[in-house]
T-cell receptor, first 111, second 115 residues
């Protein structure tokens, strides 16, 4: 089955700096890669996603890049703000429509 | 609130008891998913339904776990003879399968504590 590795597990940045979180996946048939943000005690919320026929997608301060050949994808957050502090999860959806999540990255933005 | 809802939000039970959780998906979403999340980990897939049909079950889903979606709307997840290792957050998600999108939206979860 699919295996998703996520790095780093914790990331601390100063407000205004950029943050990058990286994920690798194992199943070359995976075709959809969402990113979720989960605040303490809250539900995971989709912040951006990318499909396998696209290399990059941007939404305001958030961007995601996908390298299908290398089987890795990354989340980029620019101009970080304290409210960006949360746990971020990447995921990969395989041909069987199952989402496999990475282990999460705890992002802390220091004011 | 038109999002995914789950009940109860918290459940404390003693080892060996049975528990049942309910998930109400976003209206007209035809797919419904159950996940388990332990502290500090990402959600782990348990099972999913398309309408009333259960299409996939994870190896994580032991025979003490059963899920139903009898009318293709709400779903229940039952755990029989609970064990301390079942303590976790149980998340439900729903999606609308279309040609190019199948975004999953999560509910708030049910936190299970087995004493």
């Amino acid at each position: 089955g699919e295996n998703v590795e996520q790095h780093p597990s914790t990331l601390s940045v100063q407000e205004g700096d950029s943050a990058v979180i990286k994920c690798t996946y194992s199943d070359s048939a995976s075709n959809y890669f969402p990113w979720y943000k989960q605040e303490l005690g809250k539900r995971p919320q989709l912040i951006i996603d990318i499909r396998s026929n696209v290399g990059e997608k941007k939404d305001q301060r958030i961007a995601v890049t996908l390298n299908k050949t290398a089987k890795h994808f990354s989340l980029h957050i620019t101009e970080t703000q304290p409210e960006d502090s949360a746990v971020y999860f990447c995921a990969a959806r395989d041909a069987g429509n199952m989402l496999t999540f990475g282990g999460g990255t705890r992002l802390m933005v220091k004011p | 609130d038109t999002g995914v809802s789950q009940n109860p939000r918290h459940k404390i039970t003693k080892r060996g008891q049975n528990v049942t959780f309910r998930c109400d998906p976003i209206s007209e979403h035809n797919r419904l998913y159950w996940y388990r999340q332990t502290l500090g980990q990402g959600p782990e897939f348990l099972t999913y339904f398309q309408n009333e049909a259960q299409l996939e079950k994870s190896r994580l889903l032991s025979d003490r776990f059963s899920a139903e979606r009898p009318k293709g709307s709400f779903s229940t997840l039952e755990i029989q003879r609970t064990e301390q290792g079942d303590s976790a957050m149980y998340l439900c998600a729903s999606s609308l399968l279309q040609v190019s999108t199948d975004t999953q939206y999560f509910g708030p979860g049910t936190r299970l504590t087995v004493l």
